[in-house]
T-cell receptor, first 113, second 114 residues
Framework: GESVGLHLPTLSVQEGDNSIINCAYS??????FIWYKQESGKGPQFIID?????DKRQGQRVTVLLNKTVKHLSLQIAATQPGDSAVYFC????????????FGKGTKLSVKP | KAGVTQTPRYLIKTRGQQVTLSCSPI?????VSWYQQTPGQGLQFLFE???????NKGNFPGRFSGRQFSNSRSEMNVSTLELGDSALYLC?????????????FGQGTRLTVV
């Protein structure tokens, strides 16, 4: 498959445990944030997004937390499954349009059965 | 509904050559963005097109260019290829240009420059 990062931070969790992936963003003017999942050989896949006027948003098995004070995002995955193994990226959008996302370096999540 | 289609999937070119990559967005999507992904730099924004017009451009040299056609299909071109241009080039499409619109990525074109 495709190698998306040779020296990514790696998080290794046991199947069924909760996972927390962290991300520091760079621009205090960013007002929209997205988490993406990228599996080997595939393009990034949208997981969940959050606007800067919120500090928490929940999806199916995922929760995103936003702390604007310290410019920090986290993605929590409940009951992690082997299919969750992938590289996870946070992205921030400062521009006025959908494009021009600034991506973090990514975290590789490895789920042990 | 078909997803974002990028062609070709893999490409090998020689330094100094030029290359054109193609992206067909999801039917009905009018916004297309391009990104370069490398192990060292991660995912970096190249440009965004909407209604055949370039709306945003990333910090890449002029050798990188793109265009969008009336059917929303997009192409990007890299001229005078350098070894450092070896990367996965990703295209994303979305329904509109609005910020909160979900972007759908294709599988990418893996370009290797030798």
């Amino acid at each position: 498959g495709e190698s998306v990062g040779l020296h990514l931070p790696t998080l290794s969790v046991q199947e069924g445990d909760n996972s927390i992936i962290n991300c520091a963003y760079s621009n205090s003017a960013s007002d929209y944030f997205i988490w993406y999942k990228q599996e080997s050989g595939k393009g990034p896949q949208f997981i969940i997004d959050i606007r800067s006027n919120m500090d928490k948003r929940q999806g199916q098995r995922v929760t995103v937390l936003l702390n604007k004070t310290v410019k920090h995002l986290s993605l929590q995955i409940a009951a992690t499954q082997p299919g969750d193994s992938a590289v996870y990226f946070c992205a921030e959008n400062i521009g006025g349009s959908q494009g021009n996302l600034i991506f973090g370096k990514g975290t590789k999540l490895s789920v042990k059965p | 509904k078909a997803g974002v289609t990028q062609t070709p999937r893999y490409l090998i070119k020689t330094r100094g050559q030029q290359v054109t990559l193609s992206c067909s967005p999801i039917s009905g999507h009018r916004s297309v963005s391009w990104y370069q992904q490398t192990p060292g730099q991660g995912l970096q924004f190249l440009f965004e097109y909407f209604s055949e017009t370039q709306r945003n451009k990333g910090n890449f040299p002029g050798r990188f260019s793109g265009r969008q056609f009336s059917n929303s299909r997009s192409e990007m071109n890299v001229s005078t290829l350098e070894l450092g241009d070896s990367a996965l080039y990703l295209c994303a499409s979305s329904l509109s240009q609005r910020k909160n619109t979900e972007a759908f990525f294709g599988q990418g074109t893996r370009l290797t420059v030798v």
